[in-house]
């Protein structure tokens, strides 16, 4: 019987023992994780945070109980300190403080990602939090009721910090959300960001961009933070969202081979350099499908798909990751943003010739109820017409995600902008157009880049 370990019990670690029990299912499969809390949604905190998830228990894809009628072993709360691949052995530390041995066939690393701290002084000041697991979500509630929070301040306008805006703003308290680059949300366009601070300020946040914070300190019973160039504002509580960084540490005792990112570099079947050592999700590289080279993109859908290509392999399969779009989505109140494939200077530094243009229709037939403006901005390449990305900005009800998901098809195809309205999309006027918004701009495109 084959023994397989899997350290990480997040998205890629369950999508690899889910898939190992479909395939062979006489495999000893056995998960170990750091925390009590296998197979959370962590995309889901913001919302259980802002009280629209009253409980964190609903945050489970599924129990533990769920897991182990699997067949799938726990190990819960240990921490994996060494590998010894000579020895195929993993060494952690138990919750009781003893260390144990665990022997493997094969070893899957699904260790994740870490937030990043940014170097401003205060980070350890009490009141201080990044957002990450599910026991930094119950830090920061427990902060919230104990300290009687009525204002907070979030450093960071990407994904966490907007959306923990938004959270914590429904929940009541004043929100300040400081951002270093000139718009928040800086992965899309600069207009699609100023739209995204628009609908901030229109709920009552504070927004503040093109600031670099320095320093956190307390000040009275308020923490205060100050930066340039001249800045300063004061608190109840400071959430840092500036991102995450691949965790590594353990791997370095396996001598797991890191890319310059400072990931885990992989092979399409998620093969680290050592034998018999895999590697998935937000500790590994990924291979990006159109610029043809790694990147460090850590997403909840590439951790599944990258955990269930490596589970299915360590069994004996040969699947290989397709690579990567960074197809995204959030939602900040009323709107929902997404972009898939790459931006115009993405695309450029690529070596591609980009052409983008933007394009601006109604969710579904106008005449219907409830339509809303919906803005498209697509780009292609002006010599092959490759379709290369696209960005949506529009109400969170108008299928803003479905629509990039075609988009996202097209490039993971190599389709051309033209080809695009060959397309048989579906139609109703409740809820879309004979053409499509996202085929009328495509055509806009073809219409502009022909001038």
């Known amino acids: 019987m084959s023994n397989i370990l899997i350290i990480g019990g997040s998205d890629a670690g369950i999508s690899a023992a889910l898939r190992i029990r479909e395939l062979a299912p006489d495999t000893h499969i056995t998960v170990m994780l750091?925390?009590?809390?296998?197979?959370?949604?962590?995309?889901?905190?913001?919302?259980?945070?802002?009280?629209?998830?009253?409980?964190?228990?609903?945050?489970?894809?599924?129990?533990?109980d769920d897991i182990t009628r699997e067949g799938i072993h726990l190990m819960s709360s240990h921490w994996a300190k060494t590998i010894a691949p000579a020895q195929q052995v993993v060494t952690a530390i138990a919750p009781?403080?003893?260390?144990?041995?665990?022997?493997?066939?094969?070893?899957?690393?699904?260790?994740?990602?870490?937030?990043?701290?940014?170097?401003?002084?205060?980070?350890?000041t009490p009141g201080v939090f990044c957002l990450r697991w599910m026991g930094d979500s119950f830090k920061v509630n427990q902060y919230i009721i104990d300290h009687n929070v009525q204002s907070a301040i979030i450093v960071g306008g990407g994904y966490i910090g907007l959306e923990m805006a938004d959270a914590l703003c429904l929940r009541g308290l004043q929100v300040t959300l400081i951002e270093y680059f000139p718009t928040v949300l800086n992965t899309v366009h600069s207009s699609f960001g100023e739209r995204v601070a628009d609908e901030l300020k229109n709920h009552g946040i504070r927004v503040e961009t093109g600031i670099t914070v320095e320093k956190i300190q307390q000040s009275g019973d308020k923490l205060q933070i100050t930066g340039s160039p001249n800045f300063s504002t004061e608190g109840d509580l400071v959430l840092v969202?500036?991102?995450?960084?691949?965790?590594?540490?353990?791997?370095?005792?396996?001598?797991?081979?890191?890319?310059?990112?400072?990931?885990?570099?992989?092979?399409?079947?998620?093969?680290?350099?050592?034998?018999?050592?895999?590697?998935?999700?937000?500790?590994?590289?990924?291979?990006?499908k159109l610029?043809?080279?790694?990147?460090?993109?850590?997403?909840?859908?590439?951790?599944?798909?990258?955990g269930r290509i490596a589970g299915e392999n360590a069994v004996g399969g040969n699947r290989e990751f397709q690579g990567t779009l960074g197809t995204q989505v959030v939602k900040v109140f009323d709107l929902a943003i997404s972009r898939t494939g790459l931006?115009?200077?993405?695309?450029?530094?690529?070596?591609?010739?980009?052409?983008?243009?933007?394009?601006?229709?109604?969710?579904?037939?106008?005449?219907?109820?409830?339509?809303?403006?919906?803005?498209?901005?697509?780009?292609?390449?002006?010599?092959?017409?490759?379709?290369?990305?696209?960005?949506?900005?529009?109400?969170?009800?108008?299928?803003?995600?479905?629509?990039?998901?075609?988009?996202?098809?097209?490039?993971?195809?190599?389709?051309?902008?033209?080809?695009?309205?060959?397309?048989?999309?579906?139609?109703?006027?409740?809820?879309?157009?004979?053409w499509d918004p996202v085929q009328m701009a495509t055509q806009n495109w073809s219409k502009v880049a022909a001038q």
């Open 96 to 124: 009781d403080g003893q260390e144990v041995t665990v022997s493997y066939d094969k070893l899957i690393l699904g260790t994740g990602a870490i937030s990043r701290r940014p170097h401003i002084e205060g980070m350890d």
């Open 34 to 64: 750091a925390d009590e809390f296998p197979n959370f949604s962590i995309c889901g905190l913001p919302f259980y945070l802002s009280g629209e998830v009253p409980e964190w228990q609903n945050l489970a894809h599924r129990t533990k």
């Open 291 to 306: 610029l043809q080279t790694p990147v460090y993109l850590p997403l909840g859908t590439t951790s599944h798909k990258q």
């Open 241 to 288: 969202a500036a991102g995450a960084i691949p965790s590594t540490e353990l791997t370095q005792t396996a001598g797991v081979k890191l890319g310059k990112s400072r990931a885990i570099e992989v092979n399409n079947r998620m093969e680290t350099n050592i034998p018999n050592i895999y590697a998935a999700g937000d500790c590994v590289e990924t291979w990006h």
């Open 343 to 434: 931006r115009e200077a993405e695309a450029k530094q690529a070596g591609y010739e980009p052409l983008s243009v933007e394009f601006e229709g109604w969710d579904h037939k106008v005449y219907y109820p409830g339509a809303h403006p919906i803005r498209i901005r697509v780009t292609g390449d002006v010599k092959t017409k490759q379709l290369l990305g696209a960005q949506i900005i529009g109400h969170y009800q108008g299928e803003v995600a479905k629509r990039v998901d075609i988009f996202a098809t097209a490039i993971f195809h190599g389709m051309t902008v033209e080809q695009f309205s060959d397309f048989d999309l579906s139609y109703t006027p409740p809820l879309s157009s004979p």
